[in-house]
């Protein structure tokens, strides 16, 4: 019977909470109401207060009941009895003060009721302290979570084991509230184990009581967690098995310890990057692709740090014609730039004021631009700045003052600035933690030979054309070949322009002794005796990419890699036809399509060509059909002449078909999506 009365105290934690809130509305009441002394208002605070009294009650007889089952602190126990024994008396005096009212009670029935209100936030303040621990209302949570940079150096129970059982076990088995006679709040308690025994050592072929009470079924009134608490996750559950597989050692290290794959993954997930481009990246939101290719459009700016990653790094070095809009174009996702390279382009004081929008900057390379000491003042907020170049640039010793302020810097490149030796000395004795780069000359001498310049006036004639090669580097010997072919050392050397009087693939190569041979560089060049009078397209290309319609293709006007120079048509997902219409009858042996290929940029090379002839433009015949293998896996932007042999036909119009591939290959990152086709000039000859 008297178990019965006992387990009653259960129901302490749904009774609680009724006369928190309903005193609370009760004296929310009273202050609204006090000075609308009607009856509907009183009858309505009677009785709010009459069900707080009696919950009131209820509470404080069912958590008397609960505390007889022991397991809590028992200062903490006899405070929050007796503090809601007052609280309980309290709120029937309220009740039967409103109730009964007297001339001496009206002025202490507001005092008490908010001596009753301290003491409902008194009794609450020792019931949690005993549930959750004496600190639970204000420790600080940051404070306490272990950060794990480096797995292998975390102390195996201090910082992976502990925050499990801190974030499981220790709400119930603390000193203020100790469940079975465990507490599991150091190692002491641990080892000292429950009323049943130990924690961590088992009998010979059994399971440690701790792992036991886990993996019972939820339904289990052994089962810890209780059922309606947060339970341990299965890498939690490994890890403790883990742990206590070595020993339960407390003072081991993980990286000396055994561990399986699966072991090795999960400890592997602790670690934390704390690194000042993790942190930014948790506080930016993924940038759109379509913003992206917005940007990219004209050429590769800006790209992810990573496939997943938000942060983006800008490449704009070189530019010399930058411009503040081209840094006010990504003013949008500025917060998702973390490197930005603006080296060896005309980047200056009157642009640099633009560089306060890009806060979270980790790198800056302002290397050989024209800024000068006032540039300084918008790289001194770049708070996160740890990498910057200015090597070659004006800065002076005062411009180096101003990178005081930047508390995270790491790495500075001043060489061949206008900072003295003294200066930079002084600055690097202030601050230790920057590693001032000297950089010897030597450095910038070319480790490896670069290709030669192909130099020529156009890529097309109609009779003849002279081409030179040129190489930046003294003591370079140049090599070409004109047959399409790969040059090497025994190839044609170059000594004196080139002339050429057919259409020829140009390859051409550097060398120097003891070094090894450049990259090839090819360029094409077309003679073209034959220019059509008209083109006509058999379908409009894209929008974006018209061009100046069918008169990009005899223009005589090669494309670059922009490919929205106005050079290229582009067709999406789709091939195209063109009729070119020529002066007058000519013998025709060759037509050459000159299309470009950047799978990264869904544009691919054609897959096939038909050229049909005609004299009347009525009557056509298909003289040539070509098919072209499929690019194999790639990312390279290229371009290519296709060279049409057909049999030497007299005709006034000549109609040649580009077939696309339509979509983009199964190894592509866009499988199956539209692939465009890019076409900038058919020769005939």
Known sequence: MTLQIISLGRLHPLLVHLPIGILVLAFLLELYFRKKDSETENNIIKFTLAIAAATTVLSVASGWL??????????????????????????????????????????????????????????????????????YLYKNEKTKKVVITDVDKALVFNDIIMPILDDKCVSCHNPNKVKGGLIMTNKEQLLAGGDSGSLLIAEKDQTPRLIHHIKLPMEDEDHMPPKGKVQLTSPEIQLLEWWISHENCFDCVAGTLDKTEKINDILNSLEEDTSTRAIIAKQVAMVPEDWLASININGPIVTKLAEKNPLLIV??????????????????????????????????????????????LTKLQLQNTKITDKSMESIGDLKH????????????????????????????????????????????????????????????????????????????????????????????????????????????????????????QLKAVSHKPGWELSPVKTISFKKSNILPNSITLNNKPNEKYKGNGGNTLIDLKRGTSNFVDGNWIGYEGSS??????????????????????????????????????????????????????????????KFQFFDLNIPPTKSTFVKVEVISQLKNPSWHTNPGGKSWLFVDEIVLN
């Open 576 to 637: 195209f036809a063109a009729t070119l219409k020529l002066q007058k009858e000519e013998l025709i042996s060759t037509v050459s399509v000159g299309a470009f290929s950047s799978p990264e940029k869904w544009i691919f090379y054609p897959t096939g060509f038909k050229v049909w002839v005609s004299q009347d433009g009525n009557n056509y015949k298909l003289v040539h059909t070509e098919k072209v293998p499929t690019e194999k896996p790639n990312s390279d932007t």
């Open 385 to 504: 700045l740890e990498s910057l170049n200015i090597y070659g640039t004006d800065i002076t010793d005062k411009g180096l003052e101003k990178l005081t302020n930047l508390g995270g810097l790491k790495t500075l490149y001043p060489w061949n600035s206008k900072i003295t030796k003294e200066a930079l000395d002084q600055f690097s004795d202030k601050n230790n933690s920057v590693t001032v780069v000297s950089i010897s000359e030597d450095l910038f001498t070319p480790s490896s030979l670069e290709a030669p310049s192909i130099i020529a006036d156009t890529d097309f004639f109609k009779d003849s054309i002279e081409v030179t090669l040129d190489y930046f580097f003294k003591g370079v010997e140049l090599y070409y070949t004109l047959d399409g072919s790969e040059p090497d050392t025994t190839s044609t050397r170059y000594k004196e322009p080139i002339v050429l009087t057919a259409s020829t």
């Open 66 to 135: 609960l505390g007889e089952d022991g397991g809590y602190d028992e200062t903490l126990l006899f405070r929050h009895r007796w503090m809601a024994v007052g609280l309980a008396v309290g709120s029937t005096l309220l009740y039967f003060i409103k109730k009964y009212p007297k001339p001496w009670s009206k002025n202490i029935y507001l005092p008490l009721f908010i001596c009753v209100m301290g003491l409902l936030g008194l009794t609450g303040h020792y019931g949690g302290s005993m549930t959750h621990g004496e600190d």
């Open 315 to 360: 490449n704009l070095s070189g530019n010399k014609s930058l411009r503040k809009d081209d840094l006010k174009a990504l003013k949008k996702h500025a917060a998702n730039i973390v490197e930005l390279n603006l080296g060896n382009s005309n980047f200056n004081d009157t642009i640099s004021s633009y560089l306060t929008s890009f806060k979270n």
